[in-house]
C-alpha cells in the first residue's frame, strides 16, 4: 500500500481519520526530507488539523525535520498559544531561527504566550544578527566558577546527565566571580588529577573567545587558523555567553553560499518553495524580471541606432544575439572566479589592477579563438569575407569587455557594499549586450560597402 | 614598511635573503588565507626555493592553511623525497585529499618515499571516493576491546594524552575480539562507575553505524536524523575502520556547491585560480565556450529561416534579443528553484508532473504580465499596435516554454545521471533562443500586412 499511495496521501487520509497513534507511527516512518516534503504537500486545511492533533512534542520533532521557513509559514497559521506550546520543545537556537524568519509582531505575540524564562532565553539571541557570533551561538554549555573542585563539577554532571547528555562537551569554560571567562579545561583534564584540586590550579587561563557581534568572516577565519572544537563568545563586559561550533560555521556559510547562488539566478529575497502560494511566487520572480526588462531596452536601444546598416545588410540580425549572448558566458566565467576568489581570501576588493592584467590576458586569447571561430563559420554561411571580418572582430574585441568587465565587477560591487551576486549578472548581461551590438552594427557600418548585395 | 609592501613582495625578499627565521616568523603573522594569498602570488622560482628553505614541519603547517588543488600543484613541483618528507606531517585526512588531487604516477612516488606504516595508512583513504564515507572519515578516533576495563582506558589515556589532545572525542568505541564494533560510550560514562567495571558492562550496544562506501547523501541524512556528534563507519566485514563527523559532512556539501555553482557559470571541471598558467585557464574556459558557439549557430538558423520577414521588418531585430534573454533569464528562475529543491529532497526526479503543474502557471501569469509589459514598450516606441502584439505575445508563449522547461530540466538531466549544473543552463538558453526567434518570426510572418511600413 505504502508504495501505491504517496506519504501526503496518506497523511491527509491519517488526518481525516483523527488517528493520533497512527500518524505519530507514521511520520517516524519518515526521513526527515520526507516529512518536509509530505508537510509541504498536503493541503493547508490538513496541515493545520495535523498539527491540532499532534502533541507539542511531537509537533516540534516534525518542525525542526523542516526548513526554517516553511516552519515559520507553518507556525504563523497557528494560535499563539498553541504556537507558543510548540515552541518551547525546541532547541534554543531552532527557536531563535524559525522566530527570526517571522515578521516582528507575529514572534512578539508568540514569545508573550511562552514561559518567561524561556522566553527570556531567546530574546537574547533575537537581538543579534542570524550571522554574527551571538547568532550562531548555543546556550548548551558547561560553566564553573574557579573555586569550585573537579568533586564539585562531577557532581554536577552527576545530578544533570540526561539534560547534559545532548551537549556537545569538548571543553568547560571557567568563570571568575563577576561571570568573566577566565579560563578552559578539556573534558581528559578531569580523569586524572584528585578530586579535591580547584579547577582554577589546572585551568588554562586567559583562553581566547569571540565578541558577541563578530561577523561570521571573523568565525570563518578563527575556525580557518585554530582547529578548536568550539570558541567561547563573550559580550563587552568578557562575560561568557555562548558557544560557536566549527559546524554552525559551516552551515552558515553554507546557507549564504545557496542564497548567492538562487540570488545570481534571479530568486531574489533568497528563498522560494514550490509549496509558496502560487501569486506570491510569480511576483517574486517579476520584481527581479521586470528590472531585467528595462536592461534590455536600454542594450535594444542601441541597435535601433544602426538600424540603417542593419536595413542594408539584414544578416547582421542573425549574428547579433549570437555576439552578445557568447560575451555574457564569458564575462560569466570571469564573474564566477572573481567571487570564488573573494569568497576564500585570494583576492581583496581593492586589487581591481591585478585581476585586471589576470583577466586582459585571458579575454585577449579566448577573444582571438571565439573571434576566428565565429568568422569563420559566417565566411562560410554567407560566403563573404568581409561578413566574417565584422562579426569575428566584433565578438574578439566584445570578449575581452566582458571577461575584464566580469573578472572586476565582483570587486567594485563589494567595495561599494553592493551584493556581488545579485548585481553582477544583469549589469553584465547589459554592458555587454550594448557593446556587442555596437561593435557589430559600427564595424559593419565602417564597411557597408564591402557588405551590401551578399 | 609592512602597509607599503605586500605579503609576497616580502616573502620574495625573505626568501632572496635565505633568512630561515625570518621567514618563519613572518608567515606566522599572516593568517591561513594571507598565506595562500601570498603563496600563490609569488613567482614559481620563490615559491620552489620557499620550500627549500623551510623544514617540513613547517611546510606542512604551510600546506594545511592552502587549498587542496593549489599545494597539490605545489607538492608536484618539488622532488618526490622532499615530498614525502613534508607529507608526513600532515594529517591523514588532509595528506589524502592533497594525494587525491594528483595524478596516480605523481601520488604514488611519492607514498612510495613515505614512512611505510604511514603509506599504508594512506593508502586505504585513497581507495575511497572522496566523497563517500570511507573518504570523508578520520583515523584519529578511541577504541577498546570489550574486556578492557574503566582503569585500563585511563590508563591509556593518560600514557596518550598528548596525542589525544588532536581529536574530537565524543565518543568511545567497544569493539569484539574480531575487532567488530559491538558498542559505544560517551566520555562522560567512565566518570563515575567503579574503575574495574569492564567496558561490556557500561556500554549501549549495537550502536549506529554507516558503511564505508556510503554516499554523502546518506551521511547527510544520516546526520539530519541523529543528531549525533559523529558515526562509526565499518567496512563489509562490520570491523570499525573510521569515524565521520558532521563538520566533514557538512564540508563536503559545501564543497559540492561551490563545484555546482562554478559549473553553472561555465568553469568547467570546477576549479580555476587566477594563479593557475595563463593558457591553462584559457583553454579551460574555451572548451565550454565552443561548444556554446556550436549551440548559438543552431539557435541563430531559426533567424535565417525568416530573414524576408526580418528584411520587410527591421524594427524586429531590435527585439529578437530582447525576447530571448528575457525567456532565458525567466528559465533560470525555475532551474534555480528545481536545483534547490532536488538538493534539499524535497522534490524527486520522477516528480516531473508535479513540478510541471506548478511552474506553467507561474509561466502563464509572468508570461501574461512580461508580454504585456514589453509589448507596451514596443507599441509606444514605433506606434504600431500590431508590433505590441507581435513581441507581447511572443514574449508571453516564450516565457511559459521557459519557466515550464527551466523547472523540469534538472529532474531529467538528473534521471538521465546527466550533471544538472554543468548541462541546465546551456540547454535551456538554445532552446528558449530558437523558440524565442521563432515565435517573433512567425507571428510576425502571420501579421505582416499590418506590420511593413511602419
Not at 58 to 79: N, R, T, W
Not at 160 to 166: G, I, S, V, W
Not at 281 to 289: G, K
Request: glycine letters at 6%.
Amino acid at each position: 500500500m505504502a508504495n501505491k499511495t504517496s506519504s501526503w496521501e496518506r497523511l491527509t487520509d491519517l488526518v481525516a481519520a483523527e488517528n493520533r497513534t497512527g500518524l505519530i507511527q507514521y511520520i517516524d516512518t519518515l526521513s526527515p526530507s520526507e516529512t518536509a516534503r509530505a508537510i509541504s504537500r498536503v493541503s493547508e486545511e490538513t496541515r493545520l488539523h495535523l498539527f491540532d492533533l499532534l502533541t507539542p512534542e511531537d509537533a516540534a520533532d516534525v518542525i525542526e525535520d523542516i526548513p526554517e521557513v516553511q516552519a515559520a509559514d507553518l507556525v504563523k497559521g497557528l494560535s499563539s498559544d498553541r504556537a507558543a506550546a510548540i515552541m518551547e520543545e525546541l532547541d534554543s537556537d531552532v527557536l531563535a531561527d524559525v522566530l527570526g524568519e517571522m515578521k516582528g509582531d507575529t514572534s512578539q505575540a508568540i514569545l508573550a504566550e511562552m514561559d518567561r524564562e524561556e522566553a527570556r532565553e531567546v530574546q537574547k539571541f533575537l537581538k543579534y544578527a542570524p550571522d554574527c557570533a551571538g547568532g550562531l551561538m548555543i546556550s548548551e554549555f558547561l560553566a564553573y566558577r574557579s573555586d569550585n573542585t573537579i568533586q564539585n563539577v562531577l557532581d554536577d554532571m552527576q545530578a544533570n546527565r540526561e539534560e547534559y547528555a545532548k551537549y556537545n562537551v569538548q571543553y568547560f569554560y571557567v568563570l571568575d566571580k563577576l561571570g568573566k571567562l577566565s579560563g578552559v579545561l578539556r573534558i581528559h583534564d578531569l580523569l586524572f588529577p584528585a578530586r579535591q584540586t580547584s579547577l582554577s590550579q589546572i585551568m588554562i587561563p586567559s583562553p581566547l573567545s569571540i565578541s558577541d557581534k563578530a561577523p561570521l568572516s571573523d568565525l570563518e577565519e578563527f575556525f580557518e587558523e585554530h582547529h578548536f572544537f568550539g570558541v567561547p563568545v563573550v559580550d563587552d563586559e568578557q562575560r561568557l555567553v555562548g558557544v560557536v561550533l566549527p559546524l554552525a560555521v559551516e552551515e552558515a556559510i553554507n546557507k549564504q553560499k545557496t542564497k548567492n547562488f538562487l540570488n545570481l539566478s534571479g530568486i531574489v529575497g533568497g528563498e522560494e518553495f514550490r509549496t509558496m502560494p502560487l501569486f506570491s511566487r510569480a511576483r517574486r520572480r517579476l520584481s527581479w524580471l521586470s528590472i531585467n526588462i528595462v536592461l534590455n531596452v536600454i542594450a535594444a536601444s542601441v541597435i535601433a541606432m544602426y538600424q540603417d546598416t542593419l536595413a542594408a545588410v539584414i544578416t547582421l540580425a542573425i549574428f547579433l544575439p549570437m555576439v552578445s549572448d557568447m560575451s555574457g558566458c564569458s564575462g560569466n566565467q570571469a564573474v564566477a572566479v572573481s567571487m570564488r576568489e573573494l569568497a576564500l581570501g585570494l583576492v581583496r576588493p581593492g586589487e581591481l589592477l591585478w585581476v585586471l592584467a589576470k583577466e586582459v590576458r585571458v579575454g585577449v586569447i579566448n577573444g582571438i579563438v571565439l573571434g576566428l571561430l565565429i568568422g569563420l563559420i559566417a565566411f562560410a554561411w554567407k560566403g563573404n569575407p568581409w561578413l566574417g571580418l565584422v562579426i569575428g572582430g566584433a565578438l574578439a574585441a566584445n570578449t575581452v569587455v566582458a571577461v575584464t568587465l566580469g573578472g572586476i565587477l565582483p570587486l567594485v560591487l563589494k567595495r561599494l557594499k553592493l551584493d556581488p551576486a545579485l548585481v553582477s549578472s544583469p549589469l553584465l548581461t547589459t554592458v555587454t549586450d550594448m557593446c556587442g551590438f555596437f561593435f557589430v552594427l559600427s564595424f559593419a557600418t565602417l564597411l557597408l560597402p564591402k557588405l551590401v548585395g551578399m
